[in-house]
T-cell receptor, first 112, second 111 residues
């Protein structure tokens, strides 16, 4: 059974730091992996989608990498800002299924 | 841009009431999903639909039903609301196995 783990559960950093959020999954047979952002009391906003054949995706200050063989993905946020404060979730789409499996999220606080 | 809208942001209902939560997407997506999100339990899939009039149970379907009469609209029904159904409800849609898009959520309180 596919399980997704995100470490750390919470992170507090000063503004301007580069940071890495980690996501690991137990079964490497995935179709894709998606990173989301969730602000308190709101829905999820899709940040990046990485197909299983890809190694990384970039959008602005965000870079997500995927190492399927080791069951890991990282989300790199460059030059963090207070507006980046949110919960970040990763989710995998197992091969042959159309239901995402979510991690519990990393709660990020960036303070001025 | 894909848009997924939900009928209410906040809803307060009484125990035993029948509750309808509606979700509409504007991108002709075939797959639509209903999740609930609770502190400490994360996102849990209630039901999903891969076509009009088609539905499949997710991980926690008990106490819920769904309806998909038109491709763009997916409704979640609580036949007789109970206090343990107080939660944040999130709708999502996707085209095939591609990016999943979420609505803004409905915070339901059952008293």
């Amino acid at each position: 059974k596919q399980e997704v783990t995100q470490i750390p559960a919470a992170l507090s950093v000063p503004e301007g730091e580069n940071l890495v959020l980690n996501c690991s999954f137990t079964d490497s047979a995935i179709y894709n992996l998606q990173w989301f952002r969730q602000d308190p009391g709101k829905g999820l906003t899709s940040l990046l989608l990485i197909q299983s054949s890809q190694r990384e995706q970039t959008s602005g200050r965000l870079n997500a990498s995927l190492d399927k063989s080791s069951g890991r993905s990282t989300l790199y946020i460059a030059a963090s800002q207070p507006g980046d404060s949110a919960t970040y979730l990763c989710a995998v789409l197992p091969g042959g299924y159309n239901k995402l499996i979510f991690g519990a999220g990393t709660r990020l606080a960036v303070h001025p | 841009d894909v848009k997924v809208t939900q009928s209410s942001r906040y809803l307060v209902k009484r125990t035993g009431e029948k509750v309808f939560l509606e979700c509409v997407q504007d991108m002709d997506h075939e797959n639509m999903f209903w999740y609930r999100q609770d502190p400490g339990l994360g996102l849990r899939l209630i039901y999903f639909s891969y076509d009009v009039k088609m539905k499949e149970k997710g991980d926690i379907p008990e106490g819920y039903s769904v309806s998909r009469e038109k491709k763009e609209r997916f409704s979640l029904i609580l036949e007789s609301a109970s206090t343990n159904q107080t939660s944040m409800y999130l709708c999502a849609s996707t085209l095939g196995s591609y990016e999943q898009y979420f609505g803004p959520g409905t915070r339901l309180t059952v008293t």
